[in-house]
């Protein structure tokens, strides 16, 4: 009888054992549960956030203003070159395409002064063409009192010190976006 009740004495020692173990688990389980969860959680709000970063502004869709085709003499010795030029303006807005159409004549004569000064030779190249276009977007906005065009020459010359600058403020503050050509012929 004697070795019998050692016996029933581990047995109960043995139970408390495996219950804390038990326990142990499942809190270990919790816990790794809980931190998954957290992180679930965190990552998907950082998600949602870099997502509303990344998102992209309201696009606003331009306006296209096409003016008539005009024909132009070019500034060639002899006199016996000229242009055929097609000019969409991308606007800012519907109310800006309103102001330039109130302006076109004016806006037109410009236009028109600005070419006949340039020679065959020079606008045959891409570079002559990209300064015409933005010589004619400056022309475009004198009238309409936008961008540098409207400025003071001191505040024009203040500008000009920072060149890298200068470009994205006149885009930011012009309504006249881009000049694009739908015809350029050189005869």
């Not at 076109?104 to 028109?112: A, E, F, H, K, T």
């Not at 070419?115 to 340039?118: G, L, W």
């Given at each position: 009888m004697s070795a019998k009740p050692p016996a029933a004495a581990a047995a109960p020692a043995k139970e408390p054992a495996k219950s804390k173990l038990v326990l142990i688990g499942a809190i270990v389980v919790v816990l790794i549960v809980l931190a998954a969860a957290a992180f679930l959680f965190l990552n998907s709000r950082n998600q949602d956030s870099e997502e509303h970063a990344n998102a992209p502004a309201a696009v606003v869709v331009p306006t296209f203003l096409p003016l008539e085709n005009m024909v132009v003499n070019l500034a060639d010795p002899g006199g016996d070159r000229f242009v055929q030029l097609g000019i969409t303006l991308e606007l800012q807005d519907d109310k800006t395409a309103g102001v330039?159409?109130?302006y076109?004549?004016?806006?037109?004569?410009?236009?028109?002064m600005l070419?006949?000064?340039?020679s065959s030779e020079e606008l045959l190249a891409r570079e002559g063409k990209e300064k015409l276009a933005a010589d004619i977007r400056e022309e475009v906005s004198?009238?309409?009192?936008?961008?540098?065009?409207?400025?003071?020459?001191?505040?024009?010359d203040e500008e000009s010190a920072d060149e890298e600058e200068r470009p994205r403020r006149r885009q930011q503050q012009n309504a006249v976006r881009r000049v694009l050509f739908s015809s350029f012929i050189i005869q």
């Open positions: 330039v159409k109130q076109l004549p004016s806006i037109r004569s410009g236009v028109l070419v006949s000064q340039r004198r009238p309409l009192g936008l961008g540098a065009a409207a400025k003071p020459r001191a505040e024009a």
